[in-house]
C-alpha cells in the first residue's frame, strides 16, 4: 500500500514520530490543513519539506513576521505599462504545501487572509477570483502563545485547522540516532517520491468513501453532545468540529488499510482534531484541555 | 441416572426430546386408558429408541399401516365408537406414538409438539387439581424446550438458556391465561357438557340403602363437600348433612319415594347457620344441607323434605348458599297420602312387628315408643360394627333385631324404621352426612365420603318431623367424635383413620385450606361467578351476548395493544441481535474477570484480550472480528450475524 511506503519513507528522516507523520499525512489526506505548535528546532519544517518531497508535491515556505502584509501572501495585482492594464503576480500561496512558518507571529489581518484561503481554496484580488492549486495544504507552525511578540491565533480561525499537533522531543534513542546519522535536510533529497500527485487526488476521493457506520455517526454524535453540556469547556464543539471528526477518523482508518471507520480511528485523531477547538473555562484552571477531552472519550461507550 | 448424561444424551437431540415429551404429557392419563393401551404405548417409545440409537428395525409402510389400523380397531371396539373424552383422548394418545414411530422430519416433529400442547389441555378434562396444573405447566414448560431443541438449527443452544426462554414465553402468555379465564364465555352447552362417561362414575350416595351399602363408603376419604359457616360454626354433634329421604321398604332394600309431598310451611325461631356449599362433582343431583335448611341460594328449589335438587346431575363444581335452623316449627298435618307411604311395610317381620305393637300398648304417647326403640338398641346388645354378618333371611329385619344384632348406621335406620312403622309413628330414612373436619387454618368443615350416614325420622304430630338416629343409641361417639372412636374393632379400619400424628395432621389440613382456595376461586369460577365479577367490575349486569361481545373486544383491544407495542419497541429500543449477543460475549469475559473498559473499541479490546488469553485467541479474534463486520463494515451478511451469534453462544471461558 503506498501510503505506508509513504510513513515509512518519512521516517527515515523524522525519527521516532510515527504519530505525527501518520497524523499530517491523515490531514493532506482528508484534504485538511494541519497547525503544529511547538518550539523551534524540533524539525517542524523538516517535516513539512519531507512530506512534500514524498508526496512530490510543490512546496513554498513562509515566514511570517509582523511586518507581513496579506498581499505578501496572497499575491499583487501590478500595471503592467506595456500592456496597459493590472497584472496578478500570484503570492506564495500559490502553491500544493505552504509551510506558514511562525504563523502568530503575522499580525491579525495577514494571518486571517491566509484562513480565508485555505477555508476557500482561492484567493481575489481586486475583484477577480484565482483558485489555488490542488491539492493544497497549508502546514502552519507556532510558537507557544506565552512567547513575546506573537498573536495568538482566535478561536474562529482555529478551527481552520484540521488537527493540532505538537511535535515533542524524540526519545532519546531516536535522538542518539539523529545525532550519530546524516543531516536530515540532506537526507530529504534522497527520498523517492512515493505517491505522483494524481494518485494522491484519486486517494483524497477515495478516503470520503471510506464507511462510517451508523454506530459511528452515533459515536461522534454523542461526542459533540457530551462536549456541549459537559461543564468545563467555554464552549462546546462546533458542527464543523464534527465534521472534522468524521474526516480525520476516515483518512485514520483509510492509513491503516481499512475502508470502513472503527471507535478506535475517533478515539485516535480525537485529541488532534479537538483539542484547540476547545477552551477550558475559568473553574477549571486546575485541568487542562487534554484531560476533560479525555473525559469525555472515557465516559462514552463503545 | 446422571444429569450431565440425561441432558447430553436426551435434551439435545430433538427426536430423544420428543420421545421424553410424549410420554410426559400422556403419562396422565395411563390411569384411564385400558393397560395393554400403556403396554403398547411403552413398546411403542422403545422401538422407537431402539430405531434412533441403532437406525434399524424401522418399520415399512405396509407393517406400520397394519399396526395402526389394528390400534383403531381394538379401540373401537372396547369403547364402541369414537365418541365422548375417554374414547377420543385414547385414540389420540395412542395414535400419537404411531406417528412418533414414523417421525423422521423437522415438521413432524413440529406436529408432535402440537400435538403435545393438545394432548395437555384434554388432560384437564379428567383431573382439575392443583398437582394437575402444577404438572401441566411443567409439560408446558418441557413441550417450549423441546420447540426450541427442534428448532435450534445448527447453532445449539445450552440448556440453561433454552430453560431461561422457555420460562419467559410461558410468563409472556400467563396475562393472557388470566384474561381469558376471567372472560371467556362460559357456555353451558353440548360443548362443555361432555362429562358424562363412565371415567366419571363417582363413588358416593346412591338413591337407595341396603344394608352394607355404607359401609363400603367408610373406605374412601374422598372429599365430597366443604361447607363454609358464615358467622358460628354449629357444634360436631349437630353436623346431619342431608341429601335424600327414602320411604319405600322391600324387606331388602330402601328406595325414594316419587309422590310429592305437599309443601310443609316452617315457622323459624331463630336464624340459625348460614353457610356457603362447595360441592365435588357426584354425577347426582342432590345438594347437601345442613338440618333443618329453609333457604337455598340461587335457582335451588327446597323440597317439602328439606332436600333439594339440581336440574342437571352435578358433573363441577357446584357453590351455593344455605340456611338451617334446629329452632323451628311446623304447623300443617302430615297429608294422608304421604301418611300411607310413611307408614307402609313389606308385612316380613312379624317377630318386629310384635315387639311395636307391644310398645304401642304400653305407651302414652308416641315419644314413648320412640324412646322404648332407642333404649332396646342401647341395652339389648347390639354391636357397631363395619363388618356384621350377613342378612341372608327373607324377614331381614327381624334376623337383624333378634338374631345378628351387629350393624352398621344403615342397619340400625332400617330397623327403626320399620318399628316406627309397625308402631303406628309414620318414619323415613334420611341419607346423608354426619359430621366434618374442622380445619383450624380456615375453619371450614370438609366432609367426605367416610362421614356417609344413614338416620331416621318420624312423624310426631304438632312438632312435625323429628330427627332420630338409632346409631347414636349404640353408638354415640359417632354423633359427638367420629366414626374411628365409634367402632370398636379398630382393626379393620381403614388406613386414613389410623394416621394421626399431628405433623402429619398439620400438612393435610394445610393442604386441604389450599385446596379449598383453589376450588374456590379457580374451579368454581362458572357462569354465575363470571356475572358477578363483571358486575363487581362495571356495575352492570351482563348477558351471555354481552359477555362475548366483551370478550371479543377485549381480545381485539389486547391484539392491539401488543402489536402496538412491539412495534414502537422495534422503533424505540435497539433489538439488534448482534448488540446483544456483543453484550453477552462481554458479560461472559466480565464474569471471568476481563471486562471491557466502557470506552475501549472492538480492535482495542481483542488485542488486550489476546494478550491477556493466549488460548483463547482464536474465539475471540473469531467472535470481535465478526462484530467488527457487523457493525462498521458496509455491507455485512446475515450468514456473519448468525455466525457471530452462535460463537458467541458457543464462548467459555
Known amino acids: ?302 | 441416572m446422571n444429569i450431565k448424561l440425561l441432558s447430553h444424551f436426551v435434551l439435545r437431540k430433538p427426536e430423544t426430546m420428543v420421545l421424553l415429551l410424549l410420554l410426559l404429557v400422556t403419562a396422565p392419563h395411563f390411569e384411564y386408558i385400558p393397560w395393554w393401551s400403556t403396554v403398547s404405548i411403552i413398546a411403542l417409545s422403545i422401538w422407537k429408541s431402539i430405531i434412533f440409537s441403532t437406525n434399524r428395525l424401522k418399520p415399512n409402510k405396509i407393517i406400520s399401516s397394519l399396526l395402526t389400523v389394528l390400534a383403531v380397531v381394538v379401540i373401537y371396539r372396547h369403547s364402541h365408537g369414537f365418541s365422548g373424552i375417554s374414547a377420543g383422548s385414547h385414540l389420540l394418545v395412542v395414535m400419537v406414538f404411531f406417528k412418533l414411530l414414523e417421525s423422521k422430519t423437522k415438521r413432524d416433529h413440529m406436529l408432535l409438539v402440537l400435538l403435545s400442547f393438545f394432548i395437555i389441555s384434554t388432560n384437564f378434562l379428567f383431573s382439575q387439581t392443583i398437582a394437575t396444573a402444577v404438572y401441566m405447566f411443567l409439560c408446558v414448560f418441557i413441550t417450549l424446550l423441546t420447540l426450541l431443541t427442534i428448532n435450534q438449527g445448527q447453532s445449539e443452544i445450552s440448556l440453561k438458556e433454552k430453560s431461561i426462554i422457555s420460562v419467559k414465553l410461558i410468563s409472556y402468555s400467563l396475562p393472557l391465561m388470566i384474561i381469558l379465564f376471567l372472560f371467556f364465555p362460559r357456555i353451558s352447552g353440548p360443548l362443555w357438557n361432555t362429562k358424562t362417561d363412565e371415567v366419571q362414575a363417582k363413588m358416593g350416595l346412591t338413591d337407595s340403602m341396603q344394608p352394607g351399602q355404607i359401609s363400603q363408603l367408610i373406605y374412601s376419604n374422598d372429599l365430597v363437600f366443604r361447607a363454609s359457616f358464615i358467622n358460628k360454626i354449629p357444634p360436631q354433634y349437630q353436623l346431619y348433612w342431608r341429601a335424600i329421604t327414602l320411604w319405600n321398604f322391600n324387606g331388602k332394600k330402601w328406595t325414594v319415594n316419587k309422590v310429592n309431598e305437599q309443601k310443609t310451611t316452617l315457622q323459624i325461631k331463630d336464624p340459625g347457620y348460614e353457610y356457603v356449599i362447595t360441592m365435588e362433582p357426584s354425577n347426582k343431583k342432590w345438594l347437601f344441607l345442613l338440618d333443618i335448611p329453609y333457604l337455598i341460594s340461587n335457582n335451588y328449589n327446597l323440597n317439602s323434605d328439606f332436600t333439594a335438587q339440581t336440574k342437571d346431575p352435578v358433573d363441577s363444581l357446584l357453590q351455593y348458599t344455605a340456611n338451617s335452623t334446629n329452632s323451628f316449627h311446623i304447623s300443617s298435618d302430615l297429608d294422608l297420602d304421604i301418611e300411607d307411604i310413611a307408614l307402609s311395610t313389606p308385612r316380613l317381620n312379624k317377630q318386629a312387628k310384635q315387639l311395636a305393637l307391644n310398645w304401642k300398648q304400653q305407651a302414652k304417647k308416641p315419644e314413648d315408643i320412640v324412646n322404648r326403640a332407642l333404649e332396646y338398641f342401647a341395652k339389648q346388645g347390639f354391636y357397631y360394627t363395619l363388618t356384621p354378618p350377613k342378612l341372608t333371611r327373607i324377614d331381614r329385619i327381624d334376623q337383624f333385631l333378634f338374631e345378628t344384632r351387629q350393624g352398621f348406621c344403615e342397619h340400625y335406620a332400617s330397623a327403626f324404621a320399620i318399628l316406627m312403622r309397625d308402631a303406628g309413628i309414620p318414619s323415613r330414612v334420611v341419607l346423608g352426612y354426619l359430621g366434618g373436619n374442622i380445619n383450624p387454618i380456615n375453619n371450614i368443615i370438609s366432609v367426605d365420603q367416610s362421614m356417609a350416614h344413614a338416620w331416621n325420622e318420624v312423624w310426631i304430630d304438632g312438632k312435625g318431623w323429628i330427627r332420630v338416629d338409632p346409631t347414636a343409641a349404640i353408638a354415640p361417639e359417632r354423633v359427638t367424635k367420629d366414626i374411628a372412636s365409634a367402632l370398636k374393632d379398630q382393626k379393620n379400619l381403614p388406613l386414613h383413620f389410623r394416621i394421626d400424628f399431628a405433623a402429619l395432621q398439620k400438612i393435610k389440613q394445610l393442604f386441604d385450606a389450599v385446596d379449598n382456595k383453589w376450588k374456590q376461586w379457580i374451579l368454581s369460577y362458572d357462569k354465575n361467578k363470571q356475572k358477578e365479577f363483571l358486575h363487581f367490575l362495571t356495575g352492570k349486569d351482563f348477558s351471555l351476548r354481552d359477555i362475548s361481545s366483551l370478550f371479543i373486544q377485549i381480545i381485539l383491544v389486547t391484539l392491539a395493544l401488543t402489536s402496538l407495542f412491539y412495534f414502537f419497541n422495534s422503533i424505540n429500543r435497539k433489538t439488534d441481535p448482534v448488540d446483544q449477543a456483543y453484550k453477552v460475549f462481554l458479560k461472559k469475559l466480565s464474569k471471568a474477570g476481563f471486562s471491557k473498559a466502557i470506552y475501549e473499541g472492538p480492535r482495542d479490546y481483542k488485542k488486550r484480550l489476546i494478550s491477556l488469553l493466549p488460548n483463547h485467541k482464536q474465539e475471540v479474534s473469531f467472535i470481535i472480528e465478526h462484530y467488527v463486520d457487523l457493525k462498521f463494515r458496509k455491507n455485512s451478511k446475515s450468514e456473519t450475524a448468525n455466525r457471530f451469534i452462535k460463537a458467541v453462544r458457543n464462548f467459555d471461558i
Open chain 1, 1 to 302: 500500500m503506498p501510503v505506508s511506503d509513504c510513513i515509512s519513507e518519512i521516517s527515515k528522516v523524522i525519527l521516532g514520530k510515527n504519530t505525527e507523520i501518520k497524523q499530517a499525512i491523515c490531514c493532506l489526506l482528508s484534504n485538511g490543513h494541519l497547525l503544529i505548535e511547538d518550539l523551534p528546532g524540533v524539525g517542524k519544517t523538516t517535516l513539512a519539506l519531507t512530506l512534500s518531497k514524498v508526496f512530490g508535491l510543490e512546496f513554498i515556505r513562509l515566514q511570517f513576521t509582523s511586518d507581513l502584509l496579506p498581499a505578501d501572501v496572497t499575491g499583487i495585482s501590478i500595471f503592467d505599462s506595456k500592456n496597459n492594464q493590472f497584472e496578478f503576480h500570484p503570492g506564495p500561496i500559490f502553491t500544493q504545501v505552504l509551510l506558514a512558518d511562525e504563523i502568530n507571529r503575522a499580525t491579525p489581518k495577514t494571518q486571517s487572509a491566509l484562513l480565508e484561503a485555505m477555508e476557500e481554496h482561492k484567493v481575489s484580488v481586486d475583484g477577480k477570483t484565482h483558485t489555488l492549486s490542488k491539492p493544497f495544504f497549508v502546514i502552519a507552525t507556532q510558537n507557544p502563545s506565552t512567547q513575546i511578540g506573537t498573536y495568538p491565533l482566535p478561536e474562529s480561525q482555529l478551527d481552520r485547522f484540521l488537527m493540532k499537533i505538537e511535535m515533542g522531543y524524540p526519545d532519546s534513542s531516536a535522538e542518539k540516532r539523529l545525532l550519530s546519522g546524516q543531516d536530515p535536510r540532506l537526507l530529504i533529497d534522497q527520498l523517492n517520491t512515493s505517491i505522483p500527485v494524481s494518485k494522491l487526488l484519486e486517494i483524497q476521493q477515495a478516503v470520503t468513501q471510506v464507511h462510517t457506520s451508523e454506530d459511528i455517526i452515533n459515536y461522534i454524535l454523542q461526542i459533540v453532545e457530551k462536549s456541549r453540556h459537559e461543564t468545563g469547556f467555554i464552549h462546546g464543539l462546533s458542527p464543523r468540529a464534527g465534521m472534522a471528526l468524521k474526516k480525520a477518523s476516515q483518512s485514520w482508518a483509510f492509513i491503516h488499510n481499512r475502508d470502513y471507520v472503527l471507535p478506535e480511528d475517533i478515539q485516535a485523531v480525537f485529541s488532534s482534531v479537538c483539542n484547540h477547538r476547545l477552551q477550558c473555562n475559568h473553574e477549571q484552571t486546575d485541568k487542562n484541555v487534554k484531560q476533560l477531552t479525555n473525559n469525555i472519550i472515557q465516559s462514552i461507550e463503545v
